[in-house]
Protein backbone atom coordinates (compact mmCIF):
# COMPACT_ATOMS: atom_id res chain seq x y z
CA UNK A 1 0.00 0.00 0.00
CA UNK A 2 1.11 3.87 -1.09
CA UNK A 3 1.01 6.35 1.53
CA UNK A 4 1.45 9.67 1.16
CA UNK A 5 4.57 11.70 1.89
CA UNK A 6 4.19 13.71 5.19
CA UNK A 7 5.71 17.37 5.86
CA UNK A 8 5.29 18.64 9.42
CA UNK A 9 6.46 22.21 10.70
CA UNK A 10 7.51 22.93 14.43
CA UNK A 11 4.47 24.05 16.35
CA UNK A 12 5.23 27.16 18.76
CA UNK A 13 2.96 29.46 20.60
CA UNK A 14 -0.09 27.98 18.73
CA UNK A 15 1.51 28.34 15.44
CA UNK A 16 2.98 25.51 12.74
CA UNK A 17 6.10 27.26 11.89
CA UNK A 18 9.10 26.69 9.64
CA UNK A 19 12.42 26.50 11.65
CA UNK A 20 14.65 29.51 11.75
CA UNK A 21 17.02 28.02 9.33
CA UNK A 22 14.33 26.62 6.93
CA UNK A 23 15.97 23.16 7.09
CA UNK A 24 14.48 19.65 7.00
CA UNK A 25 15.20 16.48 7.40
CA UNK A 26 13.50 13.05 6.45
CA UNK A 27 12.05 10.01 7.67
CA UNK A 28 12.14 6.53 6.72
CA UNK A 29 10.34 3.41 7.56
CA UNK A 30 12.61 0.83 8.68
CA UNK A 31 10.09 -1.51 7.47
CA UNK A 32 10.70 -1.35 3.75
CA UNK A 33 13.23 2.10 3.38
CA UNK A 34 10.32 3.99 1.95
CA UNK A 35 10.17 7.61 2.71
CA UNK A 36 7.92 8.65 5.19
CA UNK A 37 7.98 12.52 4.71
CA UNK A 38 10.09 15.43 6.46
CA UNK A 39 10.48 17.52 9.29
CA UNK A 40 11.63 20.67 10.60
CA UNK A 41 14.97 20.38 11.58
CA UNK A 42 15.07 22.76 14.88
CA UNK A 43 18.00 25.25 15.82
CA UNK A 44 19.01 26.38 19.47
CA UNK A 45 17.07 29.75 18.50
CA UNK A 46 13.62 27.61 17.78
CA UNK A 47 14.17 25.89 21.32
CA UNK A 48 14.59 29.51 22.85
CA UNK A 49 11.18 31.09 21.02
CA UNK A 50 9.18 27.87 22.23
CA UNK A 51 10.69 28.29 25.44
CA UNK A 52 9.10 31.96 25.89
CA UNK A 53 6.16 30.56 24.49
CA UNK A 54 6.01 27.84 26.76
CA UNK A 55 6.25 30.95 29.37
CA UNK A 56 3.13 32.65 28.46
CA UNK A 57 1.49 29.36 27.46
CA UNK A 58 1.61 28.27 31.62
CA UNK A 59 0.39 31.67 32.65
CA UNK A 60 -2.90 31.10 30.31
CA UNK A 61 -2.94 27.12 31.41
CA UNK A 62 -2.70 27.84 35.18
CA UNK A 63 -5.68 30.40 35.39
CA UNK A 64 -7.86 27.80 33.78
CA UNK A 65 -10.33 26.09 36.26
CA UNK A 66 -8.97 22.68 37.40
CA UNK A 67 -12.49 21.18 35.78
CA UNK A 68 -11.68 23.25 32.27
CA UNK A 69 -8.64 21.41 32.19
CA UNK A 70 -10.14 18.22 32.90
CA UNK A 71 -12.68 18.70 30.50
CA UNK A 72 -9.64 18.95 27.77
CA UNK A 73 -7.97 16.23 28.51
CA UNK A 74 -11.71 14.16 28.47
CA UNK A 75 -11.71 15.90 24.91
CA UNK A 76 -8.24 15.22 23.65
CA UNK A 77 -9.30 11.33 24.76
CA UNK A 78 -12.06 11.81 22.26
CA UNK A 79 -10.07 13.14 19.47
CA UNK A 80 -7.33 10.66 20.48
CA UNK A 81 -9.92 7.16 19.98
CA UNK A 82 -11.26 9.17 17.04
CA UNK A 83 -7.50 8.83 15.26
CA UNK A 84 -6.13 5.77 17.06
CA UNK A 85 -6.21 3.78 13.45
CA UNK A 86 -4.35 6.35 11.77
CA UNK A 87 -2.10 7.07 14.36
CA UNK A 88 -0.88 3.64 14.95
CA UNK A 89 -0.24 2.86 11.31
CA UNK A 90 1.98 5.78 11.21
CA UNK A 91 3.49 4.42 14.34
CA UNK A 92 3.83 1.38 12.58
CA UNK A 93 5.60 2.72 9.90
CA UNK A 94 7.75 4.91 11.76
CA UNK A 95 9.04 2.44 14.24
CA UNK A 96 8.73 -0.62 12.70
CA UNK A 97 6.82 -2.08 15.42
CA UNK A 98 3.83 -4.43 14.20
CA UNK A 99 0.55 -3.21 13.51
CA UNK A 100 -0.68 -5.16 16.36
CA UNK A 101 1.93 -3.67 18.58
CA UNK A 102 1.36 -0.41 17.77
CA UNK A 103 -2.23 -0.43 18.46
CA UNK A 104 -1.10 -1.22 21.71
CA UNK A 105 0.84 1.32 22.20
CA UNK A 106 -1.91 4.22 20.66
CA UNK A 107 -4.94 2.44 22.14
CA UNK A 108 -4.13 0.50 25.10
CA UNK A 109 -1.11 2.69 26.82
CA UNK A 110 -1.17 6.06 25.68
CA UNK A 111 -4.75 7.01 24.85
CA UNK A 112 -6.20 6.41 28.50
CA UNK A 113 -3.09 8.81 29.47
CA UNK A 114 -5.66 11.83 28.99
CA UNK A 115 -8.27 10.08 31.00
CA UNK A 116 -5.85 9.07 33.50
CA UNK A 117 -4.39 12.60 34.32
CA UNK A 118 -7.60 14.36 33.96
CA UNK A 119 -9.09 11.94 37.07
CA UNK A 120 -5.85 12.26 38.92
CA UNK A 121 -5.69 15.78 38.62
CA UNK A 122 -8.95 15.66 40.46
CA UNK A 123 -7.40 13.66 43.36
CA UNK A 124 -4.35 15.86 43.70
CA UNK A 125 -4.97 17.33 47.03
CA UNK A 126 -2.68 19.07 49.88
CA UNK A 127 -2.32 18.66 53.72
CA UNK A 128 -3.11 20.21 56.96
CA UNK A 129 0.07 20.26 59.10
CA UNK A 130 0.37 19.82 62.42
CA UNK A 131 3.17 22.32 63.79
CA UNK A 132 5.31 21.05 66.46
CA UNK A 133 5.91 24.78 67.59
CA UNK A 134 5.16 26.19 70.94
CA UNK A 135 2.55 28.11 70.14
CA UNK A 136 1.22 24.93 68.01
CA UNK A 137 -2.39 25.90 68.52
CA UNK A 138 -2.09 29.45 66.58
CA UNK A 139 -0.62 27.86 63.59
CA UNK A 140 -1.80 26.51 60.92
CA UNK A 141 0.44 24.61 58.01
CA UNK A 142 -0.64 24.09 54.85
CA UNK A 143 1.05 22.15 52.01
CA UNK A 144 -0.08 22.82 48.47
CA UNK A 145 0.92 21.73 45.20
CA UNK A 146 2.24 24.44 42.02
CA UNK A 147 2.93 23.96 38.72
CA UNK A 148 7.15 23.26 37.99
CA UNK A 149 6.30 25.89 35.08
CA UNK A 150 7.89 24.54 31.61
CA UNK A 151 8.92 21.14 31.18
CA UNK A 152 10.79 19.61 28.01
CA UNK A 153 9.98 16.37 27.24
CA UNK A 154 12.46 14.40 25.23
CA UNK A 155 11.59 10.64 24.41
CA UNK A 156 13.09 7.46 22.86
CA UNK A 157 12.00 6.14 19.06
CA UNK A 158 10.97 3.17 20.80
CA UNK A 159 7.76 4.39 22.05
CA UNK A 160 6.85 7.76 20.62
CA UNK A 161 3.29 8.41 21.17
CA UNK A 162 3.15 6.39 24.58
CA UNK A 163 6.10 7.98 26.53
CA UNK A 164 5.85 11.36 25.68
CA UNK A 165 2.10 11.19 26.48
CA UNK A 166 2.82 9.86 29.95
CA UNK A 167 4.79 13.68 31.09
CA UNK A 168 2.57 15.96 28.62
CA UNK A 169 -0.89 14.45 29.83
CA UNK A 170 -0.18 14.48 33.79
CA UNK A 171 2.38 17.75 33.05
CA UNK A 172 -0.69 19.29 31.60
CA UNK A 173 -3.29 18.61 33.85
CA UNK A 174 -0.73 20.43 36.57
CA UNK A 175 -0.48 22.90 34.30
CA UNK A 176 2.84 22.71 33.36
CA UNK A 177 3.34 23.91 29.63
CA UNK A 178 5.28 21.64 27.53
CA UNK A 179 8.02 21.37 24.42
CA UNK A 180 8.30 17.81 23.51
CA UNK A 181 11.79 16.93 21.27
CA UNK A 182 10.92 13.60 19.80
CA UNK A 183 13.45 11.02 18.77
CA UNK A 184 14.60 12.14 14.81
CA UNK A 185 13.70 8.28 13.64
CA UNK A 186 10.15 8.55 14.97
CA UNK A 187 8.94 12.32 15.24
CA UNK A 188 5.46 12.19 13.91
CA UNK A 189 3.78 10.40 16.78
CA UNK A 190 4.44 13.14 19.44
CA UNK A 191 3.66 16.21 16.79
CA UNK A 192 0.11 13.57 16.54
CA UNK A 193 -0.36 14.26 20.28
CA UNK A 194 0.64 18.01 19.72
CA UNK A 195 -2.12 18.19 17.39
CA UNK A 196 -4.59 16.48 19.46
CA UNK A 197 -3.72 18.90 22.13
CA UNK A 198 -4.37 21.37 19.84
CA UNK A 199 -7.99 20.44 18.69
CA UNK A 200 -8.75 19.53 22.47
CA UNK A 201 -8.09 23.68 22.99
CA UNK A 202 -5.18 23.59 25.15
CA UNK A 203 -3.98 27.49 24.96
CA UNK A 204 -1.00 28.83 22.67
CA UNK A 205 2.48 27.96 23.75
CA UNK A 206 1.04 25.73 26.44
CA UNK A 207 1.76 22.79 24.16
CA UNK A 208 4.88 23.48 21.68
CA UNK A 209 7.27 20.89 19.46
CA UNK A 210 10.62 21.32 18.28
CA UNK A 211 11.67 18.35 16.06
CA UNK A 212 15.82 18.05 15.17
CA UNK A 213 18.81 16.49 16.47
CA UNK A 214 19.34 16.08 19.94
CA UNK A 215 22.47 17.31 20.61
CA UNK A 216 21.11 20.44 19.46
CA UNK A 217 17.52 20.68 19.89
CA UNK A 218 17.68 18.37 23.38
CA UNK A 219 20.57 20.18 25.13
CA UNK A 220 19.49 23.29 24.57
CA UNK A 221 16.05 22.59 25.70
CA UNK A 222 18.58 20.85 28.98
CA UNK A 223 20.38 23.20 29.94
CA UNK A 224 18.67 26.45 29.23
CA UNK A 225 17.74 27.95 32.49
CA UNK A 226 14.55 28.74 30.84
CA UNK A 227 12.96 24.61 31.28
CA UNK A 228 12.31 24.24 34.57
CA UNK A 229 11.96 20.04 34.74
CA UNK A 230 12.85 17.95 31.95
CA UNK A 231 11.12 14.42 31.55
CA UNK A 232 13.77 12.29 29.73
CA UNK A 233 13.81 8.92 27.97
CA UNK A 234 16.38 7.14 27.10
CA UNK A 235 19.30 5.66 26.62
CA UNK A 236 21.56 5.78 30.33
CA UNK A 237 24.58 7.47 28.71
CA UNK A 238 22.51 10.36 27.12
CA UNK A 239 21.07 10.88 30.38
CA UNK A 240 24.24 10.62 32.24
CA UNK A 241 24.63 14.21 29.81
CA UNK A 242 21.65 15.55 30.54
CA UNK A 243 22.42 15.16 34.44
CA UNK A 244 26.18 17.02 33.59
CA UNK A 245 24.65 19.86 31.59
CA UNK A 246 21.03 20.52 33.08
CA UNK A 247 22.24 22.51 35.97
CA UNK A 248 19.42 23.04 39.18
CA UNK A 249 16.10 22.24 37.85
CA UNK A 250 13.54 18.65 38.07
CA UNK A 251 15.14 15.40 36.49
CA UNK A 252 12.69 12.76 35.73
CA UNK A 253 15.27 10.36 33.92
CA UNK A 254 13.96 6.56 32.28
CA UNK A 255 17.13 5.07 30.98
CA UNK A 256 18.02 1.70 30.00
CA UNK A 257 17.36 -1.67 31.40
CA UNK A 258 18.97 -5.04 31.23
CA UNK A 259 16.35 -7.19 32.84
CA UNK A 260 16.73 -10.71 35.03
CA UNK A 261 14.03 -13.20 34.26
CA UNK A 262 14.22 -15.64 36.74
CA UNK A 263 13.30 -18.81 35.79
CA UNK A 264 13.01 -21.07 39.31
CA UNK A 265 13.02 -25.64 39.21
CA UNK A 266 9.75 -25.40 40.76
CA UNK A 267 8.05 -23.00 38.01
CA UNK A 268 5.22 -23.23 35.34
CA UNK A 269 6.99 -24.28 32.57
CA UNK A 270 5.36 -23.24 30.21
CA UNK A 271 4.20 -19.78 31.72
CA UNK A 272 7.62 -19.19 31.85
CA UNK A 273 8.91 -19.53 28.03
CA UNK A 274 5.34 -17.88 26.89
CA UNK A 275 6.74 -14.86 29.82
CA UNK A 276 10.58 -14.86 28.09
CA UNK A 277 8.75 -14.88 24.68
CA UNK A 278 7.17 -12.03 25.01
CA UNK A 279 10.11 -10.63 27.32
CA UNK A 280 12.81 -10.78 24.75
CA UNK A 281 11.00 -10.65 21.26
CA UNK A 282 8.31 -7.99 22.03
CA UNK A 283 8.82 -4.86 19.34
CA UNK A 284 12.17 -6.70 18.61
CA UNK A 285 13.57 -6.85 22.20
CA UNK A 286 13.78 -2.92 21.52
CA UNK A 287 12.19 -2.25 25.27
CA UNK A 288 13.73 -0.60 28.24
CA UNK A 289 11.97 -3.49 30.27
CA UNK A 290 12.47 -6.18 28.05
CA UNK A 291 14.27 -9.43 29.53
CA UNK A 292 17.78 -9.13 28.36
CA UNK A 293 19.24 -11.77 30.61
CA UNK A 294 16.90 -15.08 30.94
CA UNK A 295 18.09 -17.22 34.62
CA UNK A 296 17.77 -20.75 34.22
CA UNK A 297 17.97 -22.96 37.03
CA UNK A 298 20.01 -25.59 36.14
CA UNK A 299 18.18 -28.74 37.26
CA UNK A 300 15.21 -27.59 34.47
CA UNK A 301 17.27 -26.39 31.65
CA UNK A 302 17.24 -28.92 29.37
CA UNK A 303 13.31 -29.26 29.08
CA UNK A 304 12.85 -25.08 29.26
CA UNK A 305 15.51 -24.58 26.75
CA UNK A 306 14.14 -27.20 24.45
CA UNK A 307 10.48 -25.77 25.23
CA UNK A 308 11.89 -21.81 24.46
CA UNK A 309 13.53 -22.89 21.12
CA UNK A 310 10.72 -24.82 19.84
CA UNK A 311 8.22 -21.45 20.92
CA UNK A 312 10.90 -19.12 19.11
CA UNK A 313 10.42 -21.33 16.05
CA UNK A 314 7.01 -20.46 15.80
CA UNK A 315 7.61 -16.18 15.68
CA UNK A 316 6.71 -14.75 12.67
CA UNK A 317 9.00 -12.23 11.47
CA UNK A 318 8.25 -9.82 8.73
CA UNK A 319 6.05 -6.75 7.36
CA UNK A 320 5.08 -5.21 10.74
CA UNK A 321 1.91 -3.94 8.32
CA UNK A 322 0.59 -7.19 8.09
CA UNK A 323 -1.56 -8.00 10.54
CA UNK A 324 -0.22 -11.69 11.42
CA UNK A 325 3.56 -10.24 12.11
CA UNK A 326 4.30 -10.89 15.45
CA UNK A 327 7.67 -9.47 15.15
CA UNK A 328 9.08 -6.25 12.71
CA UNK A 329 12.30 -5.16 12.24
CA UNK A 330 14.61 -3.35 14.20
CA UNK A 331 14.26 0.72 14.07
CA UNK A 332 18.15 2.04 13.03
CA UNK A 333 21.05 0.93 11.79
CA UNK A 334 22.67 2.42 14.95
CA UNK A 335 20.58 -0.28 16.82
CA UNK A 336 21.48 -3.00 14.39
CA UNK A 337 24.77 -2.02 14.54
CA UNK A 338 24.71 -2.41 18.48
CA UNK A 339 22.84 -5.94 18.50
CA UNK A 340 25.36 -7.58 15.73
CA UNK A 341 28.14 -6.67 17.67
CA UNK A 342 26.60 -8.21 20.63
CA UNK A 343 25.58 -11.14 18.54
CA UNK A 344 29.35 -11.86 17.45
CA UNK A 345 30.53 -11.31 20.79
CA UNK A 346 28.59 -14.19 22.02
CA UNK A 347 29.38 -16.80 19.03
CA UNK A 348 33.55 -15.61 19.63
CA UNK A 349 32.90 -16.67 23.64
CA UNK A 350 31.75 -19.89 22.34
CA UNK A 351 27.74 -19.43 23.58
CA UNK A 352 25.83 -21.73 21.67
CA UNK A 353 23.00 -20.54 19.03
CA UNK A 354 19.97 -22.64 19.63
CA UNK A 355 17.95 -20.93 17.05
CA UNK A 356 18.37 -17.79 14.67
CA UNK A 357 21.57 -15.65 14.98
CA UNK A 358 21.11 -14.13 11.27
CA UNK A 359 19.75 -10.97 9.83
CA UNK A 360 18.88 -8.96 6.48
CA UNK A 361 18.92 -5.43 6.86
CA UNK A 362 17.36 -4.10 10.08
CA UNK A 363 15.58 -7.63 10.32
CA UNK A 364 17.07 -9.62 13.10
CA UNK A 365 15.47 -13.18 13.92
CA UNK A 366 14.49 -14.24 16.91
CA UNK A 367 17.65 -15.62 18.76
CA UNK A 368 17.76 -18.37 21.35
CA UNK A 369 21.84 -18.32 22.82
CA UNK A 370 22.52 -20.66 25.42
CA UNK A 371 26.18 -21.11 27.48
CA UNK A 372 26.05 -17.27 28.39
CA UNK A 373 28.17 -15.71 31.21
CA UNK A 374 28.40 -12.92 33.11
CA UNK A 375 31.67 -11.73 31.09
CA UNK A 376 29.46 -11.74 27.60
CA UNK A 377 28.52 -8.23 26.43
CA UNK A 378 24.74 -9.20 25.95
CA UNK A 379 25.09 -9.94 30.08
CA UNK A 380 26.53 -7.03 30.83
CA UNK A 381 25.32 -4.32 28.35
CA UNK A 382 21.63 -3.69 26.98
CA UNK A 383 21.16 -5.68 23.49
CA UNK A 384 18.28 -3.87 22.18
CA UNK A 385 17.24 -6.38 19.86
CA UNK A 386 15.74 -9.85 19.77
CA UNK A 387 17.77 -12.23 21.66
CA UNK A 388 17.00 -14.81 24.37
CA UNK A 389 20.38 -14.88 26.25
CA UNK A 390 20.27 -18.30 28.89
CA UNK A 391 22.18 -17.71 31.65
CA UNK A 392 22.46 -20.55 34.18
CA UNK A 393 22.49 -20.76 38.29
CA UNK A 394 21.88 -23.19 41.54
CA UNK A 395 20.99 -21.21 44.35
CA UNK A 396 18.68 -18.50 45.02
CA UNK A 397 21.50 -16.26 46.27
CA UNK A 398 23.29 -17.20 42.96
CA UNK A 399 19.81 -15.87 40.86
CA UNK A 400 19.96 -12.68 43.10
CA UNK A 401 24.01 -12.05 42.76
CA UNK A 402 23.78 -12.80 38.77
CA UNK A 403 20.49 -10.58 38.65
CA UNK A 404 22.32 -7.16 39.96
CA UNK A 405 25.36 -7.68 38.58
CA UNK A 406 24.65 -5.15 36.35
CA UNK A 407 24.37 -1.46 36.64
CA UNK A 408 21.02 -1.17 35.41
CA UNK A 409 18.23 -1.73 37.58
CA UNK A 410 15.17 -1.22 35.79
CA UNK A 411 12.70 -4.31 35.63
CA UNK A 412 12.56 -7.59 36.65
CA UNK A 413 10.95 -11.10 36.88
CA UNK A 414 10.97 -14.08 38.43
CA UNK A 415 8.75 -17.92 37.91
CA UNK A 416 8.00 -20.06 40.92
CA UNK A 417 5.81 -21.79 42.58
CA UNK A 418 7.29 -20.90 46.12
CA UNK A 419 6.37 -17.83 48.00
CA UNK A 420 8.83 -17.87 50.39
CA UNK A 421 11.30 -17.79 46.94
CA UNK A 422 8.95 -15.42 45.39
CA UNK A 423 9.49 -13.29 48.03
CA UNK A 424 13.32 -13.35 48.59
CA UNK A 425 13.77 -12.36 44.63
CA UNK A 426 11.51 -9.94 44.63
CA UNK A 427 13.11 -8.33 47.40
CA UNK A 428 16.47 -9.31 46.63
CA UNK A 429 16.30 -8.19 42.93
CA UNK A 430 17.70 -4.52 43.13
CA UNK A 431 14.79 -3.26 40.31
CA UNK A 432 12.28 -0.29 40.49
CA UNK A 433 9.81 -3.36 39.44
CA UNK A 434 9.58 -7.13 39.97
CA UNK A 435 7.20 -9.17 38.68
CA UNK A 436 6.46 -12.55 39.58
CA UNK A 437 4.93 -15.17 37.85
CA UNK A 438 4.67 -12.57 34.76
CA UNK A 439 6.63 -11.22 31.78
CA UNK A 440 9.15 -8.42 31.97
CA UNK A 441 7.22 -6.29 29.64
CA UNK A 442 4.31 -5.76 31.70
CA UNK A 443 3.40 -2.11 32.95
CA UNK A 444 0.09 -1.50 34.74
CA UNK A 445 -0.98 2.24 34.18
CA UNK A 446 -1.53 3.10 37.68
CA UNK A 447 1.47 1.68 39.65
CA UNK A 448 4.93 3.58 39.81
CA UNK A 449 7.24 2.80 37.33
CA UNK A 450 11.31 3.62 37.03
CA UNK A 451 14.81 2.56 37.38
CA UNK A 452 16.95 1.81 40.66
CA UNK A 453 20.95 2.54 39.81
CA UNK A 454 21.54 3.72 36.18
CA UNK A 455 17.97 2.85 35.10
CA UNK A 456 16.84 6.02 36.23
CA UNK A 457 15.79 8.84 38.80
CA UNK A 458 11.96 9.00 40.06
CA UNK A 459 8.75 7.01 39.32
CA UNK A 460 6.30 7.83 36.89
CA UNK A 461 3.11 6.97 35.31
CA UNK A 462 -0.41 8.41 37.17
CA UNK A 463 -0.22 9.47 40.24
CA UNK A 464 3.13 9.25 40.36
CA UNK A 465 4.49 11.33 37.96
CA UNK A 466 2.24 14.40 39.59
CA UNK A 467 5.18 14.27 42.22
CA UNK A 468 7.73 14.89 39.16
CA UNK A 469 5.89 17.80 37.87
CA UNK A 470 4.80 19.30 40.96
CA UNK A 471 6.48 21.68 43.31
CA UNK A 472 5.57 20.68 46.85
CA UNK A 473 4.86 24.00 48.96
CA UNK A 474 3.99 24.77 52.21
CA UNK A 475 2.27 27.42 53.49
CA UNK A 476 2.36 28.77 57.24
CA UNK A 477 0.01 30.91 58.63
CA UNK A 478 -0.05 32.59 61.91
CA UNK A 479 -3.40 33.24 63.47
CA UNK A 480 -2.33 35.16 66.72
CA UNK A 481 -1.54 37.90 64.30
CA UNK A 482 -4.08 37.73 62.29
P1 LIG B 1 18.74 8.20 23.04
O1 LIG B 1 19.29 8.48 24.38
O2 LIG B 1 19.68 8.04 21.92
O3 LIG B 1 17.71 9.33 22.58
C1 LIG B 1 16.57 9.66 23.34
C2 LIG B 1 16.14 11.07 23.02
O4 LIG B 1 17.16 11.96 23.44
C3 LIG B 1 15.93 11.34 21.53
O5 LIG B 1 14.89 12.25 21.37
C4 LIG B 1 17.27 11.95 21.13
O6 LIG B 1 17.18 12.75 19.97
C5 LIG B 1 17.56 12.79 22.35
N1 LIG B 1 18.97 13.10 22.54
C6 LIG B 1 20.05 12.48 22.01
N2 LIG B 1 21.19 13.08 22.41
C7 LIG B 1 20.82 14.09 23.22
C8 LIG B 1 21.54 15.07 23.95
N3 LIG B 1 22.88 15.15 23.92
N4 LIG B 1 20.84 15.97 24.68
C9 LIG B 1 19.49 15.90 24.74
N5 LIG B 1 18.76 15.01 24.05
C10 LIG B 1 19.41 14.10 23.31
O7 LIG B 1 17.81 6.90 23.22
P2 LIG B 1 17.05 6.08 22.09
O8 LIG B 1 16.15 6.98 21.34
O9 LIG B 1 18.07 5.28 21.35
O10 LIG B 1 16.11 5.14 22.94
C11 LIG B 1 16.46 3.87 23.36
C12 LIG B 1 16.88 3.89 24.82
O11 LIG B 1 15.80 4.39 25.60
C13 LIG B 1 17.20 2.52 25.37
O12 LIG B 1 18.35 2.58 26.16
C14 LIG B 1 15.99 2.21 26.24
O13 LIG B 1 16.25 1.30 27.28
C15 LIG B 1 15.64 3.57 26.75
N6 LIG B 1 14.24 3.58 27.19
C16 LIG B 1 13.97 3.65 28.52
C17 LIG B 1 12.67 3.58 28.98
C18 LIG B 1 12.35 3.67 30.43
O14 LIG B 1 11.18 3.93 30.75
N7 LIG B 1 13.30 3.49 31.34
C19 LIG B 1 11.55 3.42 28.05
C20 LIG B 1 11.94 3.38 26.65
C21 LIG B 1 13.25 3.46 26.25
P3 LIG B 1 17.68 12.21 18.55
O15 LIG B 1 16.81 11.08 18.19
O16 LIG B 1 17.53 13.38 17.67
O17 LIG B 1 19.11 11.79 18.73
Request: aromatic letters at 6%; one cysteine or more; charged letters at 25%.
Amino acid sequence: MAFPEIHKKLFIGGEWVESESGERFEVTSPGDGSIIGTCAKGTAKDVQAAIEAAREGQKALAKLSVMRRAEMLHDAARIANRRAEEDSTLLCREVGKTIREARDEVKVYSNPHFIEAAEGLKRLRGLVHPSTQEDSNNKRILVTHEPVGVVGVISPWNWPNDIPNIAASHGLAAANSLIFKPASTTPFSAIALAEIYEEAGFPAGSVNVITGPGDVVGEELVSNPGTNAISFTGETVTGERLTRIAGIKRLLLELGGNGPLVVMDDADLDAAVEATITGCFYLAGQVCTASERVLVHHAIHDVFVEKLVARTRLVKMGNPLHEDTDMGPLNNPANARKVQAHIDDARARGGRFLTGGGSNGLYFEPTVVDGVTSDFLMARDETFGPVAPIMTFGTVDEAIEIANETPYGLQGAAFTRSLKTAFALAEGIRCGTVHINESNNYWDQLAPFGGMKKSGLGRELSDWVFGELTETKQITIDLSRS
